[in-house]
Every structure is written in C-alpha cells, then in structure tokens.
C-alpha cells in the first residue's frame, strides 16, 4: 500500500475549494465538479473504467474475471460544507482508490471491484443531502428538488443542468441491486467517540436519519428606540426560546441517542435599529431510534406551540426531510470485525449520528459502514483532523474487507 | 394651508424606493438621493433657493427682510431603514414645506426661515445614525465613518463620494450657531403613547440617546448528526440566551425609560448541519436618564460575562456607539405649548425614545421636537400609519410656531 500517496493525495483534494476559513466545495459547484474532475484523472490513472451517470456520480470499475462476477462497490464524497473540513468524504474516495490499487497488485479478482464518487453528500447548499446515493438507489424526488434553492436562488435541478446532469433522466441512474454484492463505505466519524475511548475502527450498526424543520416565526417589526418592551412582538426572543426549548429537549433525548440543532437563523430586518419582524430558523434532529427522533419532533412541536401562545408570534412548523434510521449488513459487520482482529486493530461497534451515502446504499444491497476517530470529533470545520496513522488503518481495514468480497 | 398638496406630496415620496414589503431608501443610497432631489424641485417651485452642503444635507431659504435676521430651521429626513414606511421623516420635510408655504403667503418675515432636508438619518446602512445633522454641529467623525461599511463592503465614504459628497470637506457643512434662533422638527411619534392616551400633539422635553454594542459569540462549529449534545459549544445557543437576558434586564430598566433590542443577529456557517460555531449580535439600548442606561448596559455585559463562562463560548463586546440623551429647550416647549392652546389641540409632554436629527440641533441651538400620533405606535415598517388629520393638525402646529420665531 503507498502510504505517501494517500496522504498526498489527501493533501492535493484540498486545494481545490480552499479559502480562508475553509474548504468550500458545495453540492453541484464547480469546485465539487472540479474535484471529481481530478478523481476522475487519478481512477483512469490506476487503470479504472470511468463513467458518469445522470445524478453526476463518478464510477470508476476494476473488470472482475468470473463469469457469474457481482460488483463489490466502494466510494464516498467530495463536496463539502460551506468552510468544511479536508477529510470528510475525501477519506473514502482516496482510500478507496488506494484500496483498489492494492487489490490489482495481488493480482486478477473473481467479482468486479468498483469505487463511486458520489454527488452533492452535504445539504448545506440545498437542504438535501446524499442527492447522488438516492438517485442510485431509486430514492430520488426531482420535483421536490426542483423546489430546492441555493442563498442565491439558483434550484437544484439548475446546478446539476449547468454541469451537464440531467434530472430528467435520474432513472438511468438507478443500480440494478441483483448485481451488485455489497457496498462498503470508509469515512471519518465526525464525532468524538473513537478518540475518546481510543479506538482505531468504528464498526457501523445504524445510522441516524435527518428529520428537518423550517420554522417561521411571526412577530411585529417596530422601531427600537420607541416601542416600549412590553408592547413588543419580538420574533427574535421567541426565535431564543425555542432555541433553547430545541437544547434542552434534545438533552433530554440524548440518552436515546438523539440529538437536536438549530443550525440556520436568518433575521428580518436584521437592522440595530427594528424590532426583529420575522425569523426563520432551520432545525436537524437525527437518531437511531426512531421512535425517539419522533417523540423529540413532537416535544419540540409542543414547545414551539406553548412560545408562540405566550408571546403572541404565530409560528409555522414544515417539515422538509423525514428520514428513518437505517441498520446496517450483520454478516458486514462481522467481515470487518474479522479484519480487525486479523490487523490487531482495536475496533468499536458503534451508532453513526451523521447520516451518510451508505445509509441509501443500504436499503438495497448489503452495506457496511468503516469509521476512523478523527480529533475532538470536529468535523465541517477547518479544523477537522484525521491522523496519517488512523486513516492507513482505515485504508487497510477497507482493502482486506474488499478483498474477502471481491477475491 | 393646502390640506390636499400635503398629503398627495406624501404619496409622491412613498413611491420612492417603494418595494412589495415597504419603501427602502437607505443612507447615501441612490433613492435617497432620488427623493433629496424630487424635495429639491419642490423648494425651487415653492420659492425657495437651495443649496446643498458637503454632507449631502439639501437646504431651501426664504430670505428674512430685518437687517438682523436669524435663520428659523426646520425639516428631517427622507431616508428610511430597509423596508420601511412612508412617514417617518417625510411628514417632517413636507410639513416644514407646507409651513413655509403657509408663512409666504403671509407676507414678509423679519427672520430667514430654511428648510432642511438631513442626510443620513437611519443607522440601518452604516451602523451611525444622524449623519446629516451630526455634519451640520461639528460632531462628524470621518474616520470613524469611514470604517463603517453597508453589507455589501462599501464605506460611508465611498458611498457619500458616489453621490458626489466629500466628507473630506465635511467641516464646511458645519453651521454657525450664532447665525440659528431655532430649530424645530415635525415628525411621526414612532411609538404608541399618543394613541393611546388620545392626544394628537406630543411636545418632546427629552430625546433618549442610543448606546450600541457588536456582541461577537465564538463556539466550536462541529457536525450536527455526530456531535453529543453535551459536547457542544453552540455559540447560537448562548446567543439566544444573551437574547432573553437583554430582554430580561430591559424589561426591569423600562420603569426608568429604558429599552434595549437585539436588532441584528448573523449567525455562521448558518447551515442546516452543522452545529453554529459563531453569531454576531447588534443591540441597541436607549433611555433618557442617562444612569439608567449605563446601568442597564453594566447589567448587559455581566450577564453576557456569566453566559460566556457557562457555555465555554468566549464573547467579545465592542461598544460601536454611546450618546448622552438630550433635553430639549424649555422656552421652545412652552412656546409649542402656547400653540396647541390656541388650536385647541390636546397635547402631552413626552420623552422620545427614538433619536432624531434635533438631538445634535439641540447641542448648538434651542431645539424643539413635534411629534403626531401614529398607528399602533407602528413605525420603520411597511404598516407605519399617520391619519391625515393628525398630519394636518401636526403641520399647523409647525406652521404656528415657526411664525412666532419668524415674524
């Protein structure tokens, strides 16, 4: 395995969106359609087949020798939040190559080994995330992705069209299941569990689904100097109270392994001198348990219910994504576990919080799910840090268990 | 008095920067600029000659016919915060027109009167408010303003100079207040006393000064699906909590005529999934008892020191602006007095809690301050209401008092 290439390469993926404050290369930008561009060249160096579907996923395939040959299909994402991170995705894809690479140096295999760029994993620019697995699996909605706007006002379905994708032929993009054997994702956790208890794999069992609220909060927009405080509708303190009624709810759900963010709040007027008029927030709420994701929607339903009475700014609730969560391949789970013990790696079954292109995946083939710990569990930040030492391992642990797969 | 000229101007200004959610002409902007000019050509066909000075501030004369004549000033503005309504301001500008008129028509004057129309008023754009007539009393800071920048990064200079101001120049905008008997503004109340309490003059006896604070909040971004929530440090969490505690302590300051509002909050990277890693709040405090306000502001800062420790975000407080409050000129307000007696208008003395261009008149002449009743106390918003009868009462007022400090 070349070690010195991986990390490298890592090094090369980001450059390409880098800023001040971060990496940006958002779902269908030219600066994703630029990073896929470079795997593209680094698969066909390798000696990979390359092809695009019409969601803009970029497959890259190793031709398998039987005549009965399934695909055993690996892969992750290049597109990034807005000031993201230099790991999240780029991990999967280099280290899937990397794995691939390897597997040719051993020599012929029976099944077809294939590793997959998938688009637009974030929802950051759009609201929709893993737009590139769904449309694989069959999941995806191009009229309600229509609907979806960047800040600038631009609809999903243009961003693709300006790239050359059409959503008017997603179904082409659609996998035949029955061919392919199982998918295997490696990807950094983005949480601070294996570090903390100083594990070298996440093993994946479930992963949590997004549910996500647009709430609209309507007060009345006043001027600040001669509206008394209470006459005032201000729909910015009762934005803060439901901020908080989201924080300590999901406290209190923690324990179910549920969490719950207002990530987004934009503030109408947002002038010093108004009475904020409206506020729009935006709130992710994700678990393993769906029981619990939809007894935190509703205790946050009651919250937002009680605020709006009491400080009399009627609120709207609409719910954007509802997604269930998602348990991953046993017999998976067990080949990784395996590879593990065989490396003598200190290995962790675990829940993923963050929802990912396996979880699509998932719904039609079997699929596991590799985690490396990654530093203070920072992740969508410039900061995110994944050690040259733990992302080999991950590699490694890829590469046996897509040799068990493909040989 | 042409009762129907009044209110039809006041319709003509409304259609300036008029958008689907309120009419936005903002400082320096070129609708503003628009409205400075359609004012122009109302003065020159009124009679008056007019000039405009370095700070942008458009001045119409009626010469006086005693050798030692002083200048009688009135007017206000015609800018407005983003989305804002049709009368704040305005009524001032074509009241102070409608007097003069009235004035003329009466014949020769021993004193000049000038009408003026200040540049700048509203903070929305820049941050600081009274441009115009902070030029006119020596109290410009041209390097302070020049650091100011609208949203999309143009300083106050820049902007100024586009229209062809040079706050290079800005002293010569300075007035000699030996030259000044008086100033008076007409203008809508901005808040909901005078409805309420059924009176249609308000004779303003102090203006609170506004104290203005940036109020930066730094957590840790981090991904929202895989980060525990006790784990977090969600700088929009504690904004929300510096949010309820300024309402909190300005509810408890109100009895003393202090107000304070989070106006502004800007929250970073705003997306859906990732957990807010730093907001930016604006607040505005004000009152006229000074003490008041510099307790409210200690208030402020130490629960905000209290929320940073707890939730380990650290917060910066810059103080972008601190006015003393300004009591208005004794002899003018029993002089105003005098007149809503001799119209049979009822009239309440009052505190402003808006600030106005006669804050800084008042510094270097005797200042007085009219306000008329408006809707609900609705104000800097699209529904911001004046009935014309309180407009018309309103200009009568100005007209009356500008001829006893005229004839």
Redesign the interface.
């Known amino acids: 395995m070349d070690k010195q290439w991986i990390i490298d390469t890592i090094g090369q993926f980001a450059k390409i969106g880098i800023g001040e404050k971060g990496i940006t290369r958002l779902a269908f930008s030219d600066e994703e359609q630029q990073a896929k561009e470079y795997a593209t060249k680094l698969m066909q160096q390798a000696g990979l087949v390359v092809r695009v579907d019409a969601a803009g996923n970029v497959i890259g395939r190793l031709e398998g020798t039987a005549e009965d040959a399934k695909v055993v299909l690996t892969g992750s994402h290049l597109d990034t939040?807005?000031?993201g991170g230099r790991y999240d995705g780029v991990v999967g894809v280099v280290g899937g190559l990397a794995a691939i690479k390897e597997l040719m140096a051993r020599g012929p295999l029976d099944n077809h080994v294939e590793l997959v760029v998938f688009s637009a994993e974030?929802?950051?620019r759009f609201?929709y995330?893993t737009i590139g697995s769904k449309a694989m699996v069959g999941l995806a909605n191009p009229a309600m992705w229509n609907r979806a706007k960047d800040q600038d006002g631009m609809s999903l379905n243009e961003a693709a069209a300006r790239l050359g994708f059409s959503f008017a032929d997603l179904k082409d993009a659609i996998q035949d299941a029955e061919k392919i054997k199982a998918f295997v994702e490696l990807h950094i956790?983005?949480?601070?569990l294996l570090e903390r208890t100083q594990h070298s794999i996440g093993i994946v069992e479930a992963i949590?689904a997004?549910t996500?609220l647009r709430i609209v909060i309507d007060g009345?927009?006043?001027?600040?100097?001669?509206?008394?405080?209470?006459?005032r509708q201000?729909a910015?303190?009762s934005?803060?109270?439901i901020?908080?009624a989201v924080?300590e709810i999901?406290?209190g759900h923690?324990h179910e392994g549920t969490?719950?963010?207002?990530?987004?709040?934009?503030?109408f007027?947002?002038?010093?001198?108004?009475?904020?008029?409206r506020v729009e927030l935006?709130v992710?709420i994700?678990g393993v348990n769906h029981s619990s994701v939809i007894d935190t929607l509703q205790d946050i339903k009651d919250a937002i219910s009680t605020i709006a009475d009491g400080q009399e700014t009627p609120v709207s609730i609409e719910v954007l994504v509802s997604e269930k969560p998602v348990v991953l391949d046993d017999d998976l789970v067990l080949t990784v576990e395996g590879v593990c013990h065989e490396l003598e790696l200190s290995f962790l079954r675990m829940n993923?919080?963050?929802?990912h292109d396996t979880m699509n995946m998932a719904r039609i083939v079997p699929a596991g799910l590799i985690f490396i710990p990654c530093h203070e569990?920072?992740?969508?930040?410039i900061d995110e840090y994944a050690a040259p030492e733990d992302i080999l391992n991950g590699v490694a642990v890829l590469t046996e268990t897509l040799y068990k797969l493909a040989k």
Do not use: C, K
């Open positions: 939040p807005p000031d974030e929802s950051s609201g995330a956790e983005g949480g601070p949590a997004p996500r009345q927009a006043a001027h600040s100097g001669s509206t008394p405080m209470d006459e201000d910015l303190v934005a803060a109270m901020v908080l924080q999901a406290l923690q969490v719950a963010t207002v990530g987004i709040m934009r503030v007027p947002n002038a010093m001198n108004v009475v904020p008029g935006g992710d994700r993923s919080g963050a929802g569990g920072i992740s969508h930040n």
